[in-house]
């Protein structure tokens, strides 16, 4: 499995777009990138996942970069109960994923 | 759809007593894991089972540690003898086939071992 770099915090303001980075540079070319987040005490949540092409639903958005080294993860319009860890991970389809340190993303009143 | 139901959600037990965790993945889904997570260790996959099939096991931290699936709609995890390192949240979780890399996520069994 290619391995993810994610800022460990992020602050952000209630209302504001916020926006998380994962790198992953050794990604190879049938890996997908999914995001994950975990709210304190509870399971990690699915959020979103993509090949190549950005993606978008009723969560976020995800922008991958053309040499697909790099993604963002888009939160629109965050909001206090968005505050959680947020994991970038990247496995081959084989359906295990490897989950990292992640980000803790705190929004701010 | 309830989920993933995991039981208990608390446990304590003494040292040297065997736990058993249990969990019911969602309905028709053919792939199920179970995880650890620590403070110090973070989210550690322990194992996963495809189609009621252990596939891989690397993660199961000894052999005090064994899960089954006897069938598709449920699985246990089993610690004999439990020692207080063993002290974490263990989280179930399931996805609908191989190749469906995403995963939903019981809410865990909060162990602590005395």
């Not at chain 2, 249990?22 to 550690?44: A, D, V």
């Not at chain 2, 063993?86 to 979780?93: E, I, L, M, R, W």
């Not at chain 2, 609908?96 to 069994?109: D, K, L, M, N």
Request: net charge neutral; glycine share 8%; charged share 20%.
């Amino acid at each position: 499995d290619a391995k993810t770099t994610q800022p460990t915090s992020m602050d952000c303001a209630e209302g504001r777009a916020a926006n998380l980075p994962c790198n992953h540079s050794t990604i190879s070319g049938n890996e997908y990138v999914y995001w994950y987040r975990q709210i304190h005490s509870q399971g990690p949540q699915y959020i979103i996942h993509g090949l190549k092409n950005n993606e978008t639903n009723e969560m976020a958005s995800l922008i991958i970069t053309e040499d697909r080294k790099s993604s963002t993860l888009i939160l629109p319009h965050a909001t206090l109960r968005d505050t959680a860890v947020y994991y970038c991970i990247v496995n081959p389809n084989a359906g295990k994923s490897t989950f990292g340190d992640g980000t803790t993303l705190t929004v701010k009143p | 759809d309830a989920g993933v139901i995991q039981s208990p959600r608390h446990e304590v037990t003494e040292m040297g007593q065997e736990v058993t965790l249990r969990c019911k993945p969602i309905s028709g889904h053919n792939s199920l894991f179970w995880y650890r997570q620590t403070m110090m260790r973070g989210l550690e996959l322990l194992i996963y089972f495809n189609n009621n099939v252990p596939i891989d096991d690397s993660g199961m931290p000894e052999d005090r540690f064994s899960a089954k699936m006897p069938n598709a709609s449920f699985s246990t995890l089993k610690i004999q003898p439990s020692e207080p390192r063993d002290s974490a949240v263990y989280f179930c979780a399931s996805s609908p086939h191989v190749g469906q890399g995403w995963h939903t996520f019981g809410s865990g069994t909060r162990l602590t071992v005395v």
